[in-house]
């Protein structure tokens, strides 16, 4: 991606298009900076694979019409002088525009399948970048009985989704949506709390692309046949697995932490109890992953001996990994010196 002039372009006006939008003072501005950073995005996405241009048109069409119906809302917003329009209901479409831009269910249905057409690189501008806008200006306006029902949606979507999935990108996809029900959740409760959430979960996102990059992985059995000469890189690769599901020793556990622990605080067990089961579901999927690769008694060829890979990714996978699997004591550490 970065060896082409023109990418470097349309990724610096993405990321200003992004900014414009967190930055705006009024919802018009906000619809402008949106815009700017869907056009730039089309141009990185479509590198002259069919399955690369089908999700660009895909990824077109939807935040198009999310757009046009945000910018709708805003008008009326605008005309408040109208008798016949609340601002309940335009708070409403508003809040669902911005749901359908960020991929949350019930509005999530595009996002698996542009996932599935997209190079590793633009999946994972995909599921963080790309979110930054949306969320934020989802947290200027909190509807209140959409959240919820987002937030408990999202969750199972997320976790029920990913349950049959042989492709890794629909995985990260579904794995994807259930983590924006939490971040929705960390939301309703603290502003604060979702971002440092979403860099949890963007951190832990790049480990696990940036190991599927270098290797070419893109669907489950692939997982299996490539590190029999390499046990220590298919060990990490399944802690960053487990570690992006949530599970307790490692570092993804921290953020869940964050919001059981806001979500206790404001009586709101119900949503805590139906989250905490989803994502025990999404671990149960990671874990039967894993479960496999874990074994000891597990077949493995004996002439696959050599990698060729370039020693400067493979220490900085190493680091990542150890960074996902073991950043929870760590912090702990750090925590309990200061």
């Known amino acids: 991606m970065f060896n082409n002039s023109s990418k470097i372009m349309f990724l610096s ?28 995005f089309i141009p990185l996405m479509s590198d002259n694979k069919l399955m690369s241009t089908e999700a ?8 198009a019409l999310a757009s046009s119906i945000f910018l709708f809302a805003v008008i009326l917003f605008l005309l408040n002088s109208s008798k016949y ?15 359908l831009k960020s991929g949350s269910a019930p509005f999530h249905f595009w996002f698996p399948n542009v996932m599935e057409g997209l190079s590793w690189l633009n999946a994972l501008i995909l599921m963080t970048w790309q979110k930054i806008a949306p ?15 987002s ?27 259930n983590h924006l029900g939490w971040m929705l959740a960390a939301m309703y409760n603290n502003n ?15 480990a696990m692309i940036f190991m599927f990059n270098m290797f070419k992985i893109s669907h489950i059995n692939q997982l299996f046949s490539l590190f029999f000469y390499q046990k220590t890189m298919k060990f990490f690769l399944f802690f960053n697995l487990l ?15 964050l919001v059981i622990q806001s979500l206790t605080i404001n009586n709101q067990l119900f949503l805590l109890t139906f989250m905490v089961l989803m994502t025990l579901i999404t671990l149960y999927f990671y874990m039967r992953l894993c479960y496999s690769a874990f074994m ?22 190493l680091f990542l990994s150890f960074l996902s699997s073991f950043g929870l004591f760590m912090i702990y550490s750090l925590y309990f010196l200061f």
């Open 13 to 40: 006006i993405l990321m200003m298009g992004t900014m414009i939008s967190i930055s705006a003072n009024s919802w018009l501005g906000a619809w402008m900076g949106l815009e700017i950073n869907l056009l730039a």
């Open 56 to 63: 660009a048109l895909k990824y077109f069409l939807t935040q």
């Open 85 to 99: 329009y609340s601002n309940y209901f335009m708070e409403m479409i508003i809040f669902s525009a911005l749901l």
């Open 135 to 149: 969320l934020m200006l989802i947290s200027y306006l909190i509807f209140k009985p959409l959240i919820i029902v």
């Open 151 to 177: 937030i408990l949606l999202s969750s199972l979507i997320g976790a029920l989704g990913g349950l049959n999935q042989t492709s890794l990108r629909k995985l990260m996809a579904y794995s994807s949506i």
């Open 192 to 206: 604060m709390l979702w971002m440092t959430y979403f860099m949890f979960y963007s951190f832990l996102s790049f």
């Open 243 to 257: 570690s992006l599901g949530g599970l307790p020793p490692f570092l993804g556990f921290f953020p869940k932490m």
């Open 296 to 317: 000891l008694n597990y077949y493995e060829n004996n002439w696959l001996t050599n990698s060729n890979y370039n020693l400067f990714s493979m220490k900085s996978i």
